[in-house]
């Protein structure tokens, strides 16, 4: 009996199929371009990747496509859905209502659906795939899997925002993070790779992609994180500005004349390392340019750093300690040059990178720990499975498991 887990964006779906008992992934693969033309899925299964294209009109067309692909053809890995345990589905936004994965019921969908208000771009295209999961496969139990859920551990301190109360109350403006499922994920192999429960560590957990965000783990705890009410705030990300001044775009929008609509599209998707560089948004690129001579593709690298590097100690300072920095993510396990810059000049706390270790850490494949032998605070890069994380929970929801005390991911 397998689990699917299903990510459902707003043109794409991206799925695996995991096998319990085996504890491996039997084939994963996305389709691209959803409600577009020039609809192609990719499914890679024991190291082989297989193509198909077709029109793909809605989420419901590009689910029962996948479903049709795990059993039929060259990519079955099922011999039909009967064999199909659990559906795990990855929803961008709980609100404060979820701070754990849950069982879909029709009261549990209405409650996603209120909150699709806090999440317009994600939350929609979530609930569109568990719609159409549930006509395909109307007696297999389904999950949703919260990235909002691992960080409802933060304090208040950490989550309401210096605004008007009564906008939290009302309104529920504060800070839920995002990232979730990674963050957690790496946590948990991170005390696996110390050999120290996870209870008793520190880490500050950065997941580097074209979307990036820091938490600050403490005894396996979110007690704070850079994204925000969205996940525009915090770090400087590929297209997202992260956290800026809050008069600014209120005098841009002023001055240029510019809708919120516009403004929203500006910050989201025109800022960040492309508004700086004006040509660039992957790190790859920015590294060659920047290499090559270019001014703001050196400027858009040292403003990344000196983010990256800021979050370590501030959250080093709210934690009082820290016992090590973990890389994750795109660019966290493919980047050596940005994490040995990050890590340059942390010696006071303790930490040492050595060189060759992290040079050699390249490929997202295996972890790795890139610090000095003799180093105090470790640096780790730990390739993120999020896919893993929406199964297990998934499972545990089903089997009732995540009621004990003593539930363990298996990867812990």
Request: net charge negative; glycine share 8%; charged share 20%.
């Amino acid at each position: 009996m397998s689990v699917l887990t299903l990510n459902c964006g707003s043109s794409s779906v991206k799925y695996s199929l995991y096998h319990p008992e085996s504890a491996s992934f039997l084939c994963r693969g996305i389709v691209e371009r959803v409600a577009q033309q020039g609809a192609v899925l990719k499914h890679r299964q024991g190291g082989q990747e297989t193509r198909a294209e077709r029109p793909c009109p809605d989420h419901g067309a590009a689910v029962a496509w996948v479903l049709e692909t795990l059993t039929q053809g060259e990519g079955a890995a099922l011999v039909d859905l009967s064999a199909l345990r659990a559906v795990g589905h990855r929803v961008v936004h709980g609100g404060e209502r979820f701070a754990r994965s849950a069982r879909i019921s029709p009261e549990m969908l209405a409650a996603v659906e209120e909150l699709s208000s806090l999440a317009p771009l994600h939350n929609p295209p979530n609930l569109a795939g568990i719609r159409a999961a549930l006509s395909l496969l109307p007696g297999v139990p389904q999950v949703a899997v919260f990235d909002t859920a691992f960080h409802q551990s933060l304090p208040p301190e950490a989550y309401v925002y210096p605004l008007p109360y009564d906008w939290y109350q009302r309104l529920h403006i504060r800070r839920y993070g995002f990232h979730g499922t990674s963050h957690l994920y790496v946590a948990h192999r991170a005390a696996a790779l110390l050999g120290r429960p996870l209870s008793a560590l520190r880490l500050v957990t950065l997941h580097i992609g074209n979307g990036a965000s820091a938490a600050a783990v403490q005894a396996g705890e979110s007690v704070d994180t850079t994204m925000g009410f969205t996940p525009l705030e915090g770090l400087v990300m590929g297209t997202r500005c992260g956290s800026i001044d809050p008069a600014v775009p209120l005098y841009v929008m002023e001055r240029e004349k510019l809708s919120p609509e516009a403004m929203d599209r500006i910050l989201n998707k025109n800022s960040g390392l492309l508004g700086i560089t004006g040509q660039f948004s992957d790190r790859r690129d920015i590294e060659k340019a920047a290499a090559a001579g270019d001014e703001r593709c050196r400027l858009a690298l040292d403003i990344e750093i000196h983010n990256l590097k800021k979050a370590i100690g501030a959250y080093a300072a709210i934690m009082e300690g820290l016992d090590a920095v973990v890389f994750t993510a795109g660019v966290g396990e493919n980047a050596p040059a940005i994490r040995e810059r990050v890590l340059r000049g942390l010696e006071f706390l303790g930490l040492e990178i050595d060189r060759a270790r992290n040079a050699e850490a390249v490929g997202g494949e295996f972890e790795a720990d890139i610090s000095r032998q003799d180093s105090l605070v470790k640096a780790l890069v730990i390739p993120t499975n999020e896919e893993l994380v929406i199964a297990e929970d998934t499972l545990a929801i089903i089997e009732e498991r995540f009621d004990r005390q003593d539930f363990k991911y298996s990867f812990s």
